[in-house]
């Protein structure tokens, strides 16, 4: 009998692992309906500066965004949201004004807002009480995080893919304009995991007394974007 049991409750761990890989899958597909292809986060601009101009530039730059920049702060934010979900908080409002305050430029608070406020539409297709107390005007870190805590999702692993689906959606971008191959963007992917981890493994012991950047140019090529005279991307 205890044998029987013990093989149910794991078979229904597992069961419940697989969901939640579903959907994190699902949420953070390129093919979620919530535009994120139309974003380049000021990288446009930084290629057009000659900042990025091949793989290692690229890289570089994207691990200084994941360890002091904006990538940062998101997933501290991220957390943060998730906790507050988990633990049944309300205070989605004022951790959203927080990330809009954050957002150095207005083409980055309209990627964060106008893509947060997507994907809480579009998760509403998988319904969940506790989804009534988020604002409809939120922040993306903030939405995805408590939308995964909700259903369920850990946090870490939830990170992991958060921060994954953001990295390979600029790589997907610099791929078409430094011009990069598929295999080059395959290969960044692959060398950034230890970066992503290491990111998640420290957001998701943070507070938001930790957040802060230092990565100045990033912001700087973000306002520029919005001047550039001929762009392909909303930021």
Same mark, same amino acid.
């Given at each position: ?10 078979? $229904? ?13 699902? /949420? ?20 057009d500066q000659g %900042? ?8 570089? /730059? %994207? ?8 990538? /940062? ?52 297709? /998988?319904?969940h009480p506790a989804?009534e107390r988020l ?77 802060? $950047? ?12 919005? $001047? ?8």
């Amino acid at each position: 009998m205890i044998i029987i049991i013990i093989m149910t409750i794991t078979r $229904t761990i597992t069961m419940i692992e697989n969901l939640s890989l579903l959907r994190l899958m699902t /949420w953070l597909s390129p093919a979620f309906p919530v535009g994120a292809f139309s974003y380049s986060h000021g990288i446009e601009h930084a290629i057009d500066q000659g %900042l990025v101009h091949d793989r290692q530039s690229l890289e570089d /730059w %994207l691990t200084d965004l994941l360890g002091q920049g904006s990538g /940062w702060n998101d997933a501290v934010l991220f957390a943060q949201s998730h906790r507050l979900a988990a633990n049944g908080g309300n205070a989605f409002a004022e951790l959203s004004e927080l990330a809009e305050a954050l957002a150095g430029s207005r083409e980055r608070h309209m990627e964060t807002m106008l893509q947060g406020e997507a994907f809480l539409s579009a998760a509403r297709a /998988w319904p969940h009480p506790a989804l009534e107390r988020l604002p409809r005007r939120i922040a993306t870190p903030v939405a995805v995080g408590a939308v995964s805590a909700v259903h369920g999702i850990d946090l870490k692993a939830a990170l992991c893919a958060y921060l994954h689906g953001f990295l390979s959606n600029l790589i997907q971008g610099a791929v078409r304009l430094v011009p990069l191959g598929q295999s080059d963007g395959v290969a960044l992917l692959a060398r950034l995991e230890r970066e992503i981890q290491r990111c998640s493994q420290k957001a998701s012991r943070s507070s938001l007394d930790d957040l802060g $950047t230092c990565a100045m140019i990033s912001d700087i090529m973000a306002m520029r974007h919005e $001047t550039q005279y001929s762009r392909v991307f909303r930021s």
